[in-house]
DNA sequence: GGAGTGATGAAATTGACTATCAAAAACTAA
DNA sequence: TTAGTTTTTGATAGTCAATTTCATCACTCC
C-alpha cells in the first residue's frame, strides 16, 4: 500500500487531521534519498515554503515514524534522523565518520545469527540496531 | 597490560596529571558491573566522596574512553553510557525495554560478516553498534 | 617560597528535543 | 454555506544531558 495512503488512513483512525503542511513535508520526506534530521529537512523545505515552522517538521516526523512509514535512526551525533521505511525489504547502515555518508546494505544471514542470539538468552527481540562506522571508499 | 598503566600512561603521553579524584573514578568504573552514565557514577561516587563534582566525573570518562579502557555506549535513553573495555574478547548487547537490564553477547560469525559487508562497499571499519531491543527472559 | 602548569568544581552555556498557547485552519452537521 | 467544534500551527519558552567557562586549587620544579 502507498505510503500516502497509510498516512491518510492512520490520520482518519485517529481523529487527527490531513493539512497541507502535513502532505507538504511526507511529500519531501518520500522525495528525499537523505537521511533527514528533523533540522536538515526543516532547512530544506524553507526554501520553497518558509512558513513551515521547525515544531511542526518534527512532530510530523514522529507521525510518521508513528504510522511505520518512517524509521528512526541515531548514529551517534545527537540528531535523530528518519528515513522512509520500505516494506519489502530490512537494511542496516555503514556510516561515514569522515564525511557523514550512508550506505545502505542487506545481509539476511546477520538477521538470522540475530534471531539465534535472541533464542539464545530467551529474549524477545522487538527492534534492533546494526551499524558499522569509518571511512568509505571515497575518504579512505 | 592492566587497565590502570594503560590510563597512567596515557596521562603521561598527553602531559596530563595523574589526580586523586581521576584515580578514585577509575577505580569505581573498572569494579562495577554496570553500565554507567555519568550521572549514575557521580551519584555513585558522592556516598564515599562527596566532593567529586559532576564535571570530573564526565571529563574523566571521556578520558578513559579517549585512552581506550572505556567504551562509549548509547542505548536510545539520551544518556551515553560507558562500559569497562576488556581486550581479550569483543561482545555486543541485549537490551530490555522493559527493565533496562543489559545482555552482553559474543558471536563471532556476526564480527566475520561485518568485515565481508565492508569489503563489499570497501569500507574500512572503525567500529560498529550492534544492538537487539526486546524483553528479556524475565520480562516477558 | 614562588612561578608555571594543569585540574577541579560550581555555574553558565549549548544544542536537540518537547511543551505551551493564542491564532488559524480543518472538519461536521444542519 | 455556515456556525460550531476540534485540531493544528508556529513562535517561543522550557527541559535535560552534555559541554564549556572561569576562578581557585594542587602539584612540580626551580
Given at each position: 500500500m502507498d505510503r500516502v495512503t497509510v498516512f491518510n488512513q492512520y490520520l482518519r483512525k485517529k481523529g487527527l487531521k490531513s493539512t497541507s503542511q502535513r502532505l507538504i513535508i511526507l511529500d519531501a520526506f518520500l522525495n528525499s534519498s537523505s537521511h533527514y534530521s528533523t533540522e536538515e529537512l526543516y532547512l530544506s523545505l524553507r526554501?520553497?515554503?518558509?512558513?513551515?515552522?521547525y515544531a511542526t517538521v518534527h512532530r510530523t516526523l514522529k507521525l510518521f515514524a508513528e504510522c511505520g512509514i518512517a524509521a528512526e535512526l541515531n548514529f551517534g551525533d545527537g540528531q535523530t534522523r528518519f528515513e522512509p521505511v520500505h516494506s519489502d525489504h530490512h537494511h542496516d547502515h555503514l556510516v561515514c565518520t569522515h564525511c557523514g555518508s550512508i550506505i545502505e546494505f542487506v545481509e539476511p544471514r546477520i538477521e538470522h545469527l540475530q534471531h539465534e542470539i535472541a533464542a539464545r538468552y530467551n529474549f524477545t527481540v522487538e527492534s534492533h540496531r546494526h551499524e558499522l562506522y569509518g571511512r568509505c571508499a571515497k575518504c579512505v
Open positions: 526554501k520553497d515554503h518558509p512558513r513551515i515552522g
